[in-house]
């Protein structure tokens, strides 16, 4: 079975770092995704991890440890604008192309 | 790069009308994925098209639910006998040829059964 788990809640200041943690337990694994969606809009991508360690890109990053089948996404700088779902998805590979989706997580940040 | 285009945007049907929803991807791009989403939960996978071959579809979609790629370019999704239950964002997205999940969506269409 997959199983993607991540806080469904966060508030968060605006200046300040964030980070969103993402487990996952799933029958393969090929790479792990990290999607911002505004409410009431498509989800737009933000990052991929295959390898173990972090990749940055901006005031974004995203960390994983597939041993410990684990992630976080690190928003730093936290603008107002950075207000929205997060959401983790592993894509297993093994002959299915499908993205399997957490919940996500709803990151507010106040003034 | 018009980026991908579903239409309509809202539909309101009533319980045991049949809806179609329509997805236009990118254009160079060849897989095209079909995804629902209710509220507070994330993207649903529902079926997934290369080129015009729909090769994988969810155990989760019914009989009721049918999607098409003719030619390999736009789809359709044909959902029929509509429930309550089908109440939900339908979203759809592309990648190009070797993309994994670096998906692109669609703004999707918001399906209410009354």
């Known amino acids: 079975g997959q199983n993607i788990d991540q806080p469904t809640e966060m508030t968060a200041t605006e200046g300040a770092i964030v980070q969103i943690n993402c487990t996952y337990q799933t029958s393969g694994f090929n790479g792990l995704f990290w999607y911002q969606q505004h409410a009431g809009e498509a989800p737009t991508f933000l990052s991929y991890?295959?390898?173990?360690g972090l990749e940055e890109k901006g005031r974004f990053s995203s960390f994983l440890s597939r041993s410990k089948g684990y992630s976080y996404l690190l928003l730093k700088e936290l603008q107002m604008k950075d207000s929205a779902s997060y959401l983790c998805a592993v894509y297993s590979g093994a002959g299915s192309y499908q993205l399997t989706f957490g919940k996500g997580t709803k990151l507010s940040v106040i003034p | 790069d018009t980026g991908v285009s579903q239409n309509p945007r809202h539909k309101i049907t009533k319980r045991g009308q049949n809806v179609t929803f329509r997805c236009d991807p990118i254009?160079?791009?060849?897989?095209l994925y079909w995804y629902r989403q209710t509220l507070g939960q994330g993207p649903e996978f529902l079926t997934y098209?290369?080129?015009?071959?729909?090769?994988?579809k969810s155990r989760l979609l019914s009989d009721r639910f049918s999607a098409e790629r003719p030619k390999g370019s736009f789809s359709t999704l044909e959902i029929q006998r509509t429930e309550q239950g089908d109440s939900a964002m339908y979203l759809c997205?592309?990648?190009?040829?070797?993309?994994?999940?670096?998906?692109?969506f669609g703004q999707g269409t918001r399906l209410t059964v009354v």
């Open positions: 254009s160079e791009h060849n897989r």
């Open positions: 098209f290369q080129n015009e071959a729909q090769l994988e």
């Open positions: 997205a592309s990648t190009p040829r070797g993309g994994a999940g670096e998906a692109f």
């Open positions: 991890n295959v390898l173990d």
